[in-house]
């Protein structure tokens, strides 16, 4: 039994689903940027990317569901040319469409359309913004992206996005640059937005404050400087057993480019499939239901450590 599926035991909490509101859908690991804190590892040389066949298959999955919210994630989802056509055809399916960014690219002419059809469809626009330091985010992202990600967020506000009233939602997501615990949701929140409002002019419409997984090119990087054991027995002593009940793979299903289909993408990123046994979205008759079993690993203490990870 591993250290999280006992912490479960001890606090006498069974983690199963409730309703499954949510599509996620990661479109590949092709990605412009090589983050420390990736968990799934993803960059320039990744060649994981999803299908036009496969994304024609699972806009017809997504029309036979109800689904509140569908989140495109990758990768850099920008560089599959499937993107269009997805955001085209699953914006009827879903109250809620997320595209998840690294913003750099979404400041390149190349992609003026992509933009233009994000508004058209005022779908969400959720952006890896780490820090509000330059020094930090660069360390984390690489060199020159905190200017880009600056110079993205004033044209996406210039469109409307993160303006209130305009119906464009713009979200930041912050993660530690280092292995230690995020800072408090609210206190980011509201720092965040005085620093980019007073310093750049900048808006935003909600800051998320997230710890970092230890998978992937994170969980290397924690290994190689020797903070792997110290970063987890953090994230066990940080567990809430008030943040199990929001977990998201309680009420997602994520599906990979080939169309299988994990519990969320975390999951997906160590290969741990929904159920237990790999399953293609071709092959999936209903909805997981409430009570459905929910596969867990030590990862998961990311996502109950503090306020959690909903």
Same mark, same amino acid.
């Given at each position: 039994?591993?250290?999280?599926?006992?912490?479960?035991?001890?606090?006498?909490?069974?983690?199963?689903?409730?309703?499954?509101?949510?599509?996620?859908?990661? #479109?590949?690991?092709?990605?412009?940027?090589?983050?420390?804190?990736?968990?799934?590892?993803?960059?320039?040389?990744?060649?994981?990317?999803?299908?036009?066949?496969?994304?024609?298959?699972?806009?017809?999955?997504?029309?036979?569901?109800?689904?509140?919210?569908?989140?495109?994630?990758?990768?850099?989802?920008?560089?599959?040319?499937?993107?269009?056509?997805?955001?085209?055809?699953?914006?009827?399916?879903?109250?809620?469409?997320?595209?998840?960014?690294?913003?750099?690219?979404?400041?390149?002419?190349?992609?003026?359309?992509?933009?233009?059809?994000?508004?058209?469809?005022?779908? #969400?626009?959720?952006?890896?913004?780490?820090?509000?330091?330059?020094?930090?985010?660069?360390?984390?992202?690489?060199?020159?992206?905190?200017?880009?990600?600056?110079?993205?967020?004033?044209?996406?506000?210039?469109?409307?996005?993160?303006?209130?009233?305009?119906?464009?939602?713009?979200?930041?997501?912050?993660?530690?640059?280092?292995?230690?615990?995020?800072?408090?949701?609210?206190?980011?929140?509201?720092?965040?937005?005085?620093?980019?409002?007073?310093?750049?002019?900048?808006?935003?419409?909600?800051?998320?404050?997230?710890?970092?997984?230890?998978?992937?090119?994170?969980?290397?990087?924690?290994?190689?400087?020797?903070?792997?054991?110290?970063?987890?027995?953090?994230?066990?002593?940080?567990?809430?057993?008030?943040? #199990?009940?929001?977990?998201?793979?309680?009420?997602?299903?994520? #599906?990979?480019?080939?169309?299988?289909?994990?519990?969320?993408?975390?999951?997906?990123?160590?290969?741990?499939?929904?159920?237990?046994?790999?399953?293609?979205?071709?092959?999936?008759?209903?909805?997981?239901?409430?009570?459905?079993?929910?596969?867990?690993?030590?990862?998961?203490?990311?996502?109950?450590?503090?306020?959690?990870?909903?």
């Amino acid at each position: 039994m591993d250290r999280f599926k006992t912490v479960l035991t001890e606090n006498n909490i069974e983690l199963t689903r409730a309703e499954t509101l949510v599509l996620q859908i990661n #479109v590949g690991l092709e990605c412009n940027l090589a983050c420390r804190h990736c968990h799934l590892s993803a960059g320039p040389t990744r060649k994981e990317r999803m299908s036009r066949q496969t994304a024609e298959q699972l806009v017809a999955f997504a029309s036979k569901f109800s689904f509140h919210t569908i989140d495109i994630t990758g990768g850099a989802p920008e560089l599959n040319p499937n993107l269009p056509f997805l955001i085209e055809n699953l914006a009827p399916y879903a109250k809620n469409l997320i595209l998840r960014s690294n913003a750099t690219l979404l400041g390149e002419e190349t992609y003026s359309d992509l933009v233009e059809l994000c508004r058209k469809h005022q779908v #969400v626009i959720t952006i890896s913004f780490p820090a509000i330091s330059e020094i930090q985010a660069d360390s984390q992202r690489g060199t020159g992206v905190f200017d880009q990600s600056l110079s993205v967020l004033k044209k996406l506000n210039d469109l409307g996005y993160g303006r209130e009233g305009t119906g464009l939602e713009l979200n930041l997501v912050s993660n530690p640059t280092g292995a230690f615990m995020p800072s408090d949701q609210k206190q980011l929140e509201k720092r965040f937005k005085e620093v980019l409002q007073n310093k750049w002019g900048l808006e935003c419409s909600n800051v998320f404050s997230f710890a970092n997984v230890p998978l992937g090119r994170f969980k290397e990087w924690l290994e190689k400087s020797g903070n792997f054991a110290a970063y987890m027995d953090k994230l066990i002593k940080a567990f809430n057993p008030c943040a #199990v009940s929001g977990a998201m793979c309680r009420s997602i299903i994520s #599906v990979d480019w080939d169309g299988y289909l994990y519990d969320c993408d975390f999951n997906l990123a160590i290969r741990l499939p929904l159920g237990g046994e790999p399953l293609h979205f071709s092959e999936l008759q209903e909805l997981p239901g409430p009570g459905s079993s929910i596969a867990v690993s030590d990862h998961c203490f990311a996502c109950t450590a503090g306020s959690g990870f909903t």
